[in-house]
């Protein structure tokens, strides 16, 4: 079984400065590693995914990821945010064989300012 | 290509009706799924069907919610009778075809709020 931790429910921040939400997980199996970003009243959107390869992965709109896995962390970064970024963060893993349901945390809500 | 596509949007019902809901997934796909998001938290897995077969009920509450894909395209979620906390967002997913196996992707959601 995997677990995932969040552990920021809030994140406010000033357009343009920099921002980190937190990811930790927990599984006694090898797993894949996701960012999804929901924006008001509309559905779930893969930002990123760890499947293999470098730690380190970009999404086309500026965020990265960075896998550890001694930390067991996937942590989501961004250098200058937009305030189109304001939405809801979910990071989430899945079993790298078997079944390959997602498992998410409980989300960041990520609030820019201008 | 078309998304994956999901009604009613939206669903009053009292406690102790029933309510379903239609999911239609991505063309091609083989894998569906369906989520539960209760506010303020992340989408839980209820069901994970491969084509027509269910791979995944374990967290399915068996009692008052069923699921079928019937075909191996579209899929109904049906909960008889509603409890109050089952109100929440249900969310539909696919995954397959050229996009591979790993990549989920969702519908808008069907909100259902049980008064």
């Known amino acids: 079984a995997q677990s995932v931790t969040q552990l920021d429910s809030q994140v406010p921040v000033f357009e343009e400065a920099p921002v980190e939400l937190r990811c930790n997980y927990s599984?006694?199996?090898?797993?894949?590693l996701f960012w999804y970003v929901q924006y008001p009243n509309q559905g779930l959107q893969l930002l990123l995914k760890y499947l293999s390869g470098s730690t380190l992965v970009e999404s086309i709109n500026g965020f990265e990821a960075e896998f550890n896995k001694s930390q067991t962390s996937f942590h989501l970064r961004k250098p200058s945010v937009h305030i189109s970024d304001t939405a809801e963060y979910f990071c989430?893993?899945?079993?790298?064989?078997?079944?390959?349901?997602?498992?998410f945390g409980s989300g960041t809500r990520l609030q820019v300012q201008p | 290509e078309a998304g994956v596509a999901q009604s009613p949007r939206y669903k009053i019902i009292e406690k102790r009706q029933s309510v379903a809901f239609w999911c239609n997934p991505i063309s091609g796909h083989a894998t569906l799924y369906w989520y539960q998001q209760i506010l303020g938290q992340g989408p839980k897995l209820l069901i994970q069907f491969q084509n027509n077969g269910v791979v995944d009920d374990s967290q399915l509450p068996k009692d008052r919610f069923s699921a079928e894909r019937l075909k191996g395209v579209d899929s109904t979620l049906k909960i008889q009778p509603a409890k109050l906390e089952d109100s929440a967002v249900y969310l539909c997913a696919s995954s397959g075809g050229l996009a591979g196996i790993y990549e989920q992707y969702f519908g808008p959601g069907t909100r259902l709020t049980v008064t």
């Open positions: 989430a893993v899945s079993e790298r064989t078997g079944r390959r349901a997602l498992t």
């Open positions: 599984s006694s199996v090898s797993v894949y």
